[in-house]
């Protein structure tokens, strides 16, 4: 999933909120005071990336999509524990981990102008379309892809898939051809938000659906739409308009749902968005966070600050070194690397301490307790130095080790392929001074953000020595989502490679593989924690922080952070005061 | 004049079909984003990305895909679908039209009623204080860019973000058709904006132009004649400064256009600029390729105008 300020791009769920410095709060979290009615206003800078709840994946979408359809499981505002939204109960999973079985509530509808009860088969269908690739959903196949009968390539037409099961209207079975430790967590996507097959058949037809411009909701509110099902409420780029969905039912969800209206205005400049929502024009920050020296003056004004929340993403940004190629191919360099890098200097091209804590490895600490204390929490620390600032004695007495008698480099020059546009090219300047220290000629080819990932960076063969700007939100709170796209040696691929150190190390692969099945989360969440000791101490790749997210509101509104979603507000908590 | 704008028109048409066929190149040639891979997301099989080329076209030759893109540009239209969200580009930047016009056009007079006025009272009194302080005042405005003069101008005038709050607030954009007051005060300080820059280049030529004419020949000659200096300057003086003016005028529509789209950027007005923007960042090919293709045009028909008008302005010129 993209990460909020699409800046760095990875997945996000797990994440607890950090109330720093006394910030935050200054709301009604939970919402169970709020007041019915009025409209909320949010600001974006950029639009959704699809509209189709089949084909969303990114962290700003999720905050539309999870009050507009319900997949099966969801989550309260204030938690990161998974909940029965759609489901009646939480999923049993049978002794052997290969049967998982859901229960549907009864009584929830489809939205205008399908209007009909929602039935098992519409979560069945729904999770099929996410294989046709005019759906192109970018995590079906990563979490879904071990349900029996799942298609290995994709497919032209929606597939019926045998794992799939619906023995009566309220009862789903899900038949697996291996235990999967995060199967379960993969059901609050929003794939598995019911699609009602009659209705959608015909949008998916053809190599581009059309579903998500005829969308119905299942959620508390519905993308304001015509008679025919049309959208009206959604002009991309521009503004989407959320009303409540008349057939939602208060008695069948834990949303309040206190306002009546919602609306996503969008193409905002941070810096006028952020003043507008302290003027009270506006409610919310979407998709940006408030640019440092915004933040830095609503931090400092007393009457302000209160109404900002910062909350941990799930993940880490880090500097990639290609394990495959010189000098990046020992493991004494890399670690002189780690060493020498001034991860406080690249805090800073972030906007400092308030972006939040140094990253010394990569399961972030607010991702619960789940494999960051078993990773050996605030003190697994490998390589130390003062402030964070790098300890260049240390990397020089590595490098002798490595084969360089002066302490210093003296191969050719090394290449990074980084952004053209802070802060990303800010961090590679300071990754090229960094290694500079050590005897490093770094040549940087300056691209796009996007460019950087989809040419260079994600095709292996294509891969420069360095790539400084990368990063990895986990998708829910599973290690698994953070760590095995990342750096399983299985995971390298000709394109769309997210192992961007290009790490195939066995003892890691090993053990991933083992923790990938393990059904008992103890087990799991231990293993996972050693995973990290193990990735971490390869240098590989060099995590430099583990980031906050902030979240705006304005005096007029209730706050409703989604932990869960990186801080992306829960519009449907948060009421007008 | 009839042959010579056929002629005009044909040249035109072989310029966009230049423009469009370089900004394919552009595309294929350097390192821009690969938009199978960001319409696929990052957990996407190789496989599906592949699929997702094939679906959108992009595995065939790049000459293939501009001719299929060529082949539905002159028979149908067509600009295309988006390969981020499938809209139709066409009815994207028809919707969008109306808002760029406005801000353009608004621009534009804002730019003229500013520039020549000043240009004018300048010339007619050089080395006044009044003439020093608009001259200093012209040098402030071209070195300010449109994206930081559009942010100052908001944090002091804009409602929501102002000091003073007198103008709309950025995003408060409504057509005209809507409501023509809201329309005006939401663009106000836009068009002020983007004619600071131009205003002050125009006011500066106007009172270079206008100083120099008034040295002429003919200029004295008319003064011998007994005529008021206000017809001296504006029937005789002006008409001859102000030729040249209009053809830079004319070219200077198409940096217009280019400011717009800063301009839409900063006030979030729903344009094509701010469409351009976006496309750009999402690598969405068929949109990049609408907006380059419509401002084209857009510069080739006000080229186009400001010729024939030139003739109505200088009696020398004529169309061969």
Known sequence: MRRRNAVFVGLAAGALVLVAAGFGNGGNTSGAQGKKGGTITMLSNGDVDHIDPGQAYYQFTYAITYITQRPLLAYKPNSVTPIPDLAASMPTVSANGLTVTVHIKHGIKFSPPVNREVTSADVKYAMERGFDSAVANGYASAYFGDLVGAPTTPQNKVPNISGIQTPDKYTIVFKLRKPSGVFVGALQEPLTAPVPASYARKYDKGTASSYGNWQVATGPYMIQNNAAGKITGYTPGRQIVLVRNPNWNPKTSWRPAY????????GFDPTVGTKQILSGSADVNGDFPP?????????????????????????SRYVALNTRKPPFNKLLVRQAVAYVLDRNALRLTRGGPIDGKIATHFISPDFGSVGFNQAGGFNFNPFPSAGGSGDVAKAMALMKKAGYKSGKYSGPQVTQVADNSPPGSNTAA??????AKIGFNVKTISVQHAAMYTRFCNVPKNEPNICPNVGWLADFHEPQTLLDPTFNGKNIIPTNNSNWPLLNDSAINKLMDKAELELNPETRYKEWGQIDDMITKTAAAIPWIWETSPTLYSTKVTHASELWNGGEPDMSFMSVK | MGAYIVRRTLWAILLLLVVSFLTFVIFNVFPSADPAALRAGRNATPALIEQIRRNLGLDKPFYTQYWIYLKGLLEHFNLGYSYYNTESVKSEIFSRLPATISVTVGGFVAWMLIGIPVGIISAIKPRSLLDRIMMGGSLVAISAPVYFLGLVSLFLFAQGTGVLQWAGAAGSYVPITQNPGTWFNSLILAWLTLAAAFAAFYARMTRGNLIEVMHEDYI????????????????????????????MAGMDIGLLLGGAILTE????IPGIGRYAYDAIVNADLPAIQGTVLFGAFFIVFANLVVDILYAFLDPRVTYG
Not at chain 1, 430 to 435: I, P
Not at chain 2, 220 to 247: F, N, Y
Not at chain 2, 265 to 268: L, W
């Open chain 1, 259 to 266: 306002a009546d209206k919602i609306v996503i205005k969008e």
């Open chain 1, 430 to 435: 300071v990754v090229a001074n960094s290694l």
């Open chain 2, 220 to 247: 004295r000659t008319a003064r011998a004649k007994g005529l008021r200096e206000s017809v001296v300057i504006t029937k005789h003086g002006l008409r001859a400064a102000l030729t040249p003016i209009v053809t």
């Open chain 2, 265 to 268: 950027i900063v006030f979030n």
């Open chain 1, 291 to 315: 640019p440092a020296a915004e933040l830095k003056s609503i931090t400092s004004n007393s009457s302000q600050k209160s109404e900002l929340e910062f909350t941990a993403t799930s993940g």
